[in-house]
């Protein structure tokens, strides 16, 4: 009995390769729409599937393929006596090859101005049924979802006449892979669409976008996936220019400063160490704006992953070739600092989209057996309820360094305190498990230079104990949430010392 293939592509490169060699090696080729005029312009000989149904495509193709002709063929055993009986009976033939890609789904609502009929019109009934039922009984049915595998499959044909079970399994595994992740994007546009916050149930899917030489440390195996249609302004979305790959803590230290210089507007840079700032500058130029990120902590940078908010000039670039760095991020780099940047092999150079940057709804992070979900700490300076709590109100340099510091701390590890002037850090207390020790280590990094300074602290002070360390310092401006039962002692410390204290309503822990 002659072979069957049934083919139906949004995506057609290779497809018409793909059905000449079938065609060659004594296949019928099965197919509708598109696809059909697709092969038959170009000397493919196609039945149609209306001439194995009996019954033509309707409601605007909605409706044809799902139809006993066609699933029987598919989902027969052919080593079933009663299903082969039945198979004569109603007069179907097998089906052995299923080539099939879905509606464009994803590059639809990937649109900024789609249309809620446009997106419903490209969800695919009929491809994901016909994909699931070969990936069922793949036991006889070889069944592609994915334009590269045309080659491996016709392959096994020449060579073997058949393809093996093993490569069957595998493409029907990639079957079931392709379609929950289809329907996942599907779910997740109808309950954004219903307005549904918290659903029962929630399905994400990612798509690999590289495997990692190891985890966190070399014993760990790992690999990079990225959210389809993520955030555009993340490092699952930046273009790699130069340098070996990214590593695993590469990548969560690259996140972690892009977050960071996503606070700001004005020329910024930030350095970060094991996922916690360790230099942060701002400037009028880009070139200062680094030079005061270097100055904060010129130790613990080497070694460091850079993100800047604006285009790397020669002038930036010379600073940065001075020491080692992991990694730079920014929008673009001039022609002269990639020549110069690019003379150190390993440095990797990154840019990413600060254009309408689109962001994340959802933050989520896994714990064993389970996944934590919240939406990202956007609030600012500007949304918080800012209040003076103290006597003294804070001077035009004392209120820009507060603002520094309030932008940088909730990007520090909690416990948190963070030292700043107006245009950088000047000292960070990082992961503390008590808040006066994450301010005794900020203020030791920020020595002398803590006099006249700011401090920003991620939640509330429980006891006044933290006022009198950062009063002892020389620090004269304090910026934290407020809410502790005992803010008026800590209140009463910093008019002690003459020092202001503004409360921000707002706690920023980030663990």
Same mark, same amino acid.
Not at 36 to 58: C, Q, R, S, W, Y
Not at 208 to 231: D, I, M, T
Not at 332 to 352: G, M, P, Q, V
């Given at each position: ?14 497809? #018409? ?91 639809? %609502?990937?649109?900024? @101005?789609?249309?809620?009929?446009? $997106? ?10 016909? #994909? +699931? ?33 093993? #490569? +069957? ?20 546009? &109808? ?66 400063? %892009? ?79 990639? @020549? ?6 390993? %440095? ?24 934590? &979900?919240?939406?990202? @700490? ?23 360094? #507060? ?12 416990? $948190? ?38 401090? $920003? ?43 202001? &204290? ?10």
């Amino acid at each position: 009995m002659t072979k069957r293939a049934l083919i139906s592509v949004s995506d057609k490169s290779g497809v #018409l390769e793909f059905a000449q060699t079938l065609e060659r090696f004594g296949y019928e080729i099965l197919s509708t729409g598109g696809t059909m005029k697709h092969l038959a312009e170009n000397g493919v000989k196609v039945t149609a599937v209306d001439e194995v149904t009996k019954f033509p495509e309707i409601m605007e193709g909605r409706v044809k393929t799902l139809n006993p002709m066609i699933h029987g063929g598919l989902l027969a055993k052919r080593d079933d006596a009663n299903h082969i009986a039945q198979m004569e009976e109603h007069g179907i033939q097998g089906i052995d090859i299923v080539c099939v890609n879905l509606y464009p789904f994803k590059q639809t %609502i990937a649109k900024p @101005d789609v249309q809620v009929e446009d $997106a419903i019109e490209n969800i695919d009934i009929g491809g994901p049924a016909m #994909l +699931r039922a070969s990936a069922k009984n793949h036991q006889y049915v070889t069944v592609i979802v994915d334009a590269a595998d045309y080659d491996e499959v016709l392959a096994q044909l020449q060579t073997e006449g058949e393809t093996t079970l093993e #490569l +069957r399994r595998r493409l029907a595994a990639k079957v079931f892979r392709h379609t929950a992740a289809y329907d996942a994007l599907i779910s997740n546009y &109808m309950t954004e669409l219903a307005g549904e916050e918290f659903p029962e149930q929630v399905t994400q899917t990612y798509e690999l976008k590289q495997p990692l030489r190891y985890g966190e440390n070399p014993h760990q195996k790992a690999a990079f996936y990225s959210r389809p249609l993520g955030s555009n302004f993340s490092i699952a979305y930046a273009d790699q220019l130069h340098g070996k790959e990214l590593s695993y803590n590469n990548i969560q230290d690259a996140n972690a400063a %892009i977050q960071i210089v996503k606070e700001f507007d004005m020329p910024a840079a930030v350095a970060v160490k094991h996922m916690n700032p360790c230099g942060v500058g701002t400037g009028e130029t880009i070139a200062d704006a680094f030079q005061k990120a270097y100055e904060a902590d010129p130790t613990s940078i080497f070694g460091g992953i850079i993100a800047l908010n604006r285009e790397v000039d020669l002038a930036t670039a010379e600073q940065l070739s001075e020491i080692f760095l992991e990694i730079v991020i920014a929008p673009s780099f001039t022609k002269e600092a990639f @020549d110069l940047l690019t003379k150190k092999k390993n %440095i990797r150079l990154l840019t990413i989209s600060f254009d309408s940057p689109t962001e994340d709804k959802w933050n989520t992070v896994s714990v064993e057996g389970g996944l934590l &979900m919240q939406s990202p @700490d956007t609030y600012g300076f500007e949304e918080a309820e800012i209040s003076v709590a103290t006597d003294r109100q804070p001077t035009e340099e004392e209120w820009e360094a #507060l603002k520094l510091g309030w932008a940088v701390v909730k990007h520090v590890k909690s416990n $948190a305190i963070v030292v700043t002037d107006e245009n950088m850090t000047l000292g960070v207390g990082a992961g503390q498990m008590n808040r006066v020790g994450a301010a005794k280590i900020a203020l030791e990094q920020a020595g002398e230079r803590a006099k006249g300074a700011a401090l $920003a602290s991620d939640a509330f002070f429980p006891m006044p104990d933290t006022i009198e360390e950062a009063a002892k310092a020389g620090i004269t401006a304090v910026i934290q949430p407020g809410g502790s039962v005992r803010d008026a002692d800590s209140i009463e410390k910093a008019n002690e010392y003459g020092m202001t &204290m503004v409360f921000t309503g707002v706690r920023h822990f980030k663990h």
